[in-house]
């Protein structure tokens, strides 16, 4: 039974390129979140989705970040152009359709992203 | 809601004796706490929650204690063991939407 996967695990960018973070969420599951991680912090809320839905994106940049969870496939994390500044760990949670119901998510292994 | 960007505050114990982990919260709203574990280079384990008519509940060696009067959840861990150490977070969710947020974290150094 796998927990939630995200690649790649390490990702290497430079600056003004793209990076895409991966995230495999627990079967069964259909809410993703994502949340960025600066060393010595706590985790910060990004992005909530359903399948095909963005739910909430309050804690997303404004400019240069995207998500997506497609009907198919993993859900996607995308920051183009890519500056110093984004360099974080990013950790993906699923939890089951469960509605607002007390749901505990359940967290990758995360993908830690340096940019030169 | 949002956490602050400080050093974390490291909290030393020695094997065997009683830990804990205190948390402030900001949102009186906040319905559901979760605290959780983090090793270094993993993602957060789920540790116990709490609901917020709750104001205690127990599980296998720890307990989460929650005072919605000053908006503070603790963490206890009884005799705490060298694997024990991490870093731990207390999480809030403000609202109905699944979403929460993080405290800032405290180190937890075992000695042997």
């Known amino acids: 039974n796998a927990g939630v996967m995200q690649n790649p695990r390490h990702l290497v960018r430079r600056r003004g390129q793209e990076a895409r973070l991966r995230c495999s969420p627990m079967?069964?599951?259909?809410?993703v979140y994502w949340y960025r991680q600066l060393p010595e912090e706590g985790l910060k809320f990004m992005v909530y989705?359903?399948?095909?839905?963005?739910?909430?994106e309050s804690g997303m940049p404004k400019e240069r970040f995207s998500a997506e969870f497609p009907k198919e496939g993993p859900s996607i994390l995308r920051i183009q152009q890519v500056v110093r500044g984004d360099s974080a760990a990013y950790f993906c949670?699923?939890?089951?359709?469960?509605?607002?119901?007390?749901?505990?998510?359940?967290f990758g292994p995360g993908t830690r992203l340096t940019v030169l | 809601g949002e956490n602050v960007g400080l050093h974390l505050p490291t909290l030393s114990v020695q094997e065997g004796d009683n830990s804990i982990i205190n948390c402030a919260y900001s949102n009186s709203a906040s319905d559901y706490f979760i605290w959780y574990k983090q090793e270094s280079g993993k993602g957060p384990q789920f540790i116990i929650d709490i609901r917020s008519n709750m104001d205690k509940r127990q599980g296998q060696r720890v307990t989460v204690l929650l005072n919605k009067t000053v908006k503070h959840l603790s963490l206890q861990i009884a005799a705490t063991q060298p694997g024990d150490s991490a870093v731990y977070f207390c999480a809030e969710r403000p609202g109905n939407f699944n979403k929460f947020y993080f405290g800032s974290g405290t180190k937890l150094n075992v000695k042997p």
């Open positions: 949670a699923s939890s089951p359709p469960a509605g607002g119901l007390d749901n505990e998510q359940f």
């Open positions: 079967k069964g599951h259909s809410h």
């Open positions: 989705l359903q399948k095909e839905n963005i739910i909430d």
